[in-house]
């Protein structure tokens, strides 16, 4: 299977996309997106980075920090995707806590951000599980939402 087949089946998936903050995506839009996180990131360390199954040698997603401008102000923020059959084996939590470790040291960032659907309560899991915290409780785009955040607790937040 390709990448964008992966990356269509995941974001073009009612049920995958539930509990996200997106609707479906159709084949063209999943294109798109998949062109935005090859071409997204000026630093290399940052973007999304593909979640490989060791066992069945195949994509099941993708997960990483990219840049993103609220209010003005850029960010950092966290997301990971991948297909429902590969949900509650584990992959999400160790891809999410090795890919944010490696970004976060590689590109010296202090706070990175993650937003989850307050009812998707296996990706706040995930997100606990690789060192985020939980922050506050938000609207976005007229959703209710969690806010996590990873606070290296160091000074500077521009990549290198």
Not at 16 to 42: C, G, H, K
Not at 63 to 83: K, R
């Amino acid at each position: 299977m390709s990448d964008l087949e992966v990356v269509q089946q995941i974001l073009g998936n009612p049920e995958t996309m539930a509990l996200s903050l997106l609707s479906p995506f159709t084949p063209l839009e999943s294109e798109q997106r998949l062109q935005q996180m090859i071409d997204s990131s000026e630093f290399p360390a940052l973007g999304k980075m593909a979640i490989i199954d060791k066992q069945q040698q195949r994509m099941i997603g993708y997960c990483g920090v990219e840049q993103s401008v609220l209010q003005d102000h850029l960010l950092y923020e966290f997301g990971i995707m991948m297909v429902s059959d590969s949900w509650g084996r584990g992959l999400a939590s160790e891809a999410a806590a090795q890919v944010l470790d490696y970004q976060v040291q590689a590109s010296k960032l202090v706070k990175v951000f993650a937003l989850v659907d307050q009812r998707h309560k296996a990706s706040k899991k995930v997100l606990q599980r690789a060192g985020m915290s939980f922050v506050r409780e938000s609207i976005y785009e007229n959703q209710s939402v969690d806010i996590y955040l990873l606070n290296t607790g160091s000074e500077k937040q521009t990549p290198r």
